[in-house]
């Protein structure tokens, strides 16, 4: 039990929507991050934010954007969806001390069509 | 780019210890290894973490060589529900978001 929930669990869209992802986590956790996992390959790093600002982003384009919220909670947007963005999308949260632990929640399955 | 080697799969005989290996020829003095595990469809699951020395929860032991150029993870006594891609990990001090997932080793533990 990592304490870190998602939703939804699973959802469609359709090539040019947007998605909204929700991720939370206990409190005292002050760092967020969101993975993308296409199948068969490792997490991929997309962003994540200390105290509610940006603070580190990988190799993702600008429609990918996120926000973490004072009470634990962080949401991923993605718009103009294309069909290479199904994915399992991953959020994890610690708290910014030396060698601390990540926990991940148990994902978003993203099919889109 | 993942900075850890390792193989991309190895097989165990259940109620055998399962030691998987990772090369991190390249870490940093201020680079923690971690280990993490997936089973199918699920999150990662966090194992293990060291910086130097050796350590031991109730789930694995993490050995560190004291170049700290490798490690190895091992499972005491593997049984089935512990078939799963173990992924290695080098973490900077202080950048508490971001881990490189490599490929992972594929472990799959046999009755």
């Known amino acids: 039990e990592t304490g870190v929930t998602q939703s939804p669990t699973h959802l469609i869209k359709t090539r040019g929507q947007q998605v909204t992802l929700r991720c939370s986590s206990q409190s005292g956790h002050n760092t967020v991050s969101w993975y993308q996992q296409a199948l068969g390959q490792g997490p991929q790093f997309i962003f994540q934010y200390y105290r509610e600002e940006e603070n580190g982003r990988g190799n993702f384009p600008p429609r990918f954007s996120g926000l973490q919220f004072p009470n634990y909670s962080s949401e991923l947007n993605v718009n103009a969806l294309e069909l290479d963005d199904s994915a399992l999308y991953l959020c994890?949260?610690?708290?910014?001390?030396?060698?601390?632990?990540?926990?991940f929640g148990e994902g978003s399955w993203l099919t889109v069509v | 780019d993942a900075k850890t080697t390792q193989p991309t799969s190895m097989d165990c005989a259940e109620g055998r210890a399962a030691n998987l290996p990772c090369n991190h020829s390249t870490i940093s003095g201020n680079e923690y290894v971690y280990w993490y595990r997936q089973i199918h469809s699920q999150g990662p699951q966090y194992i293990i973490h060291g910086l130097k020395n050796n350590e031991t929860n109730e789930m694995a032991s993490l050995i560190i060589t004291e170049d700290r150029k490798s490690s190895t993870l091992i499972l005491p006594h593997a049984t089935l529900r512990d078939t799963a891609v173990y992924y290695c990990i080098v973490r900077v001090v202080g950048n508490t978001g971001k881990l490189i997932f490599g490929q992972g080793t594929t472990l799959q533990v046999k009755p």
């Open positions: 994890a949260w610690g708290r910014e001390t030396s060698g601390n632990t990540i926990y």
